[in-house]
């Protein structure tokens, strides 16, 4: 069966540090998304991205954040700076289509900021 | 602020017994309703979706939609110990081409053996 699959699984690093976290969404989805999930707190949304720009994106997701598909199979996040507070799982997800809303979840990047 | 609300828990049922988890949602345009498992340390799991008012099931999973109350649950029926986990509802928040989801804080399941 087809999955999202993302790396690292742990990313460690230092604050003002700049992170990429790789995702490769299920093959036919057309549509990306990144969420977060804090230690003990809910899944909050980043980011949506269709036809190669960003459809929507949250508060969250300020200049410090930017995604981008660099080739037809790699979707990424870049955080340029990081803050002890972007500690956090990130989950990738894709959907065959926006209308159909069934999203799938990666695995998550465990993103640890020292 | 669009808000999904879940009775946190803990929910502790015997092995066999039915479990029933519940939202409410407050933006009364939501047309579509989701439901996933998460496995500490895990990601979320996509166990069921609704679209329509009334009843859908999938195995053991019934999830119940009412529109007009705003509300909608999750029915595990003969629960496993497997089936301990946090449940989450999502509800879309509808602008443009996709749909962000917003989740619920979760409800934490646990089946006794």
């Known amino acids: 069966e087809p999955e999202v699959t993302q790396t690292p699984s742990h990313q460690v690093t230092q604050m003002g540090q700049e992170v990429i976290l790789r995702c490769v969404p299920i093959s036919n989805h057309l549509y990306f998304y990144w969420y977060r999930q804090i230690l003990g707190q809910k899944v909050e949304f980043l980011v949506s991205f269709y036809n190669n720009e960003i459809s929507e994106k949250s508060e969250i997701f300020d200049d410090q954040f930017s995604v981008e598909r660099p080739d037809g199979s790699n979707f990424t996040l870049k955080i340029r700076s990081t803050k002890l507070e972007d500690s956090a799982m990130y989950f990738c997800?894709?959907?065959?289509?926006?209308?159909?809303?069934?999203?799938?979840f990666g695995p998550g990047t465990r993103l640890t900021v020292t | 602020q669009k808000e999904v609300e879940q009775n946190s828990g803990p929910l502790s049922v015997p092995e066999g017994a039915i479990a029933s988890l519940n939202c409410t949602y407050s933006d009364r345009g939501s047309q579509s309703f989701f439901w996933y498992r998460q496995y500490s340390g895990k990601s979320p799991e996509l166990i069921m979706f609704i679209y329509s008012n009334g009843d859908k099931e999938d195995g053991r999973f019934t999830a119940q939609l009412n529109k007009a109350s705003q509300y909608v649950s999750l029915l595990i029926r003969d629960s496993q110990p497997s089936d301990s986990a946090t449940y989450l509802c999502?509800?879309?928040?509808?602008?443009?081409?996709?749909?962000?989801?917003?989740f619920g804080s979760g409800t934490q399941l646990t089946v006794l053996p």
């Open positions: 999502a509800v879309p928040i509808s602008s443009g081409s996709a749909r962000q989801l917003t």
């Open positions: 997800a894709s959907s065959i289509a926006g209308t159909a809303y069934e999203q799938y």
